[in-house]
């Protein structure tokens, strides 16, 4: 299965950026790059994804490194309400599908 | 409704006895996904369904488990004889199908106490 690695806490000040890595040295060529989110006692929600070129939306900035072997999440400025498990995940294609597999992901502490 | 739709949301029972968890998905999406959190951990993968059929049950953690999904809509996730290691959030995604690059989308999750 193609992993990613991501650091297991990170802090940040509110209304500062915030750079959360991810490695995924194993990644394939077809393979997409998709971030979620996981507020307290809730699911998973979506929050961008890419393949090669940098993405933006609403919610944040994917910053995809040249040999797609990390990319970055970027959030312009924390909010408390950012405080979250970030996880980074590729969308593997195989014979079976689609399946996408979660690693233990970043907990994001946002310092008022 | 909008959302991807779970049921129960929590759900006590005895060891040893047989539960059912339900996920409605979206409306249209072919693709529905079955996935596991204990507490403080991460998702684990349990069995992915595309239409009526699941290519993928691979993450099934033991033969007491079964999931099936009907008209390519409603699934249901069994447990016989659960266990209190069986305790656990149980979350459903659905997506549209296998050619969209998008997100997958989330129901609330089945919290399963194992007594």
């Known amino acids: 299965d193609a992993k990613t690695t991501q650091p297991n806490s990170m802090e940040s000040n509110e209304e500062e950026p915030v750079h959360l890595p991810c490695n995924h040295s194993?990644?394939?060529?077809?393979?997409?790059i998709h971030w979620y989110r996981q507020l307290p006692s809730q699911g998973p929600e979506y929050v961008i994804h890419g393949l090669t070129s940098n993405v933006n939306n609403r919610m944040a900035s994917l910053a995809i490194a040249e040999d797609r072997k990390s990319s970055t999440l970027i959030l312009h400025r924390a909010t408390l309400r950012d405080a979250a498990v970030y996880y980074c995940i590729l969308r593997v294609r195989g014979n079976y599908g689609q399946n996408f597999v979660f690693g233990p992901g970043t907990r994001l502490s946002v310092l008022p | 409704g909008a959302g991807v739709s779970q049921s129960p949301s929590n759900k006590v029972t005895e060891k040893g006895k047989d539960v059912e968890l339900r996920c409605d998905p979206i409306?249209?999406?072919?693709?529905l996904y079955w996935y596991r959190q204990s507490l403080g951990q991460g998702l684990e993968f349990l069995i992915y369904f595309q239409g009526n059929s699941a290519p993928d049950k691979s993450g099934l953690p033991s033969d007491r488990f079964s999931a099936e999904r009907t008209g390519g809509s409603v699934s249901t996730l069994t447990i016989q004889r659960t266990q209190q290691e069986d305790s656990a959030v149980y979350l459903c995604?659905?997506?549209?199908?296998?050619?969209?690059?998008?997100?997958?989308?989330f129901g609330e999750g089945s919290r399963l106490t194992v007594l």
């Open positions: 194993t990644i394939s060529g077809t393979d997409y």
């Open positions: 995604a659905s997506s549209p199908g296998t050619r969209n690059t998008g997100e997958l989308f």
């Open positions: 409306s249209g999406h072919t693709a």
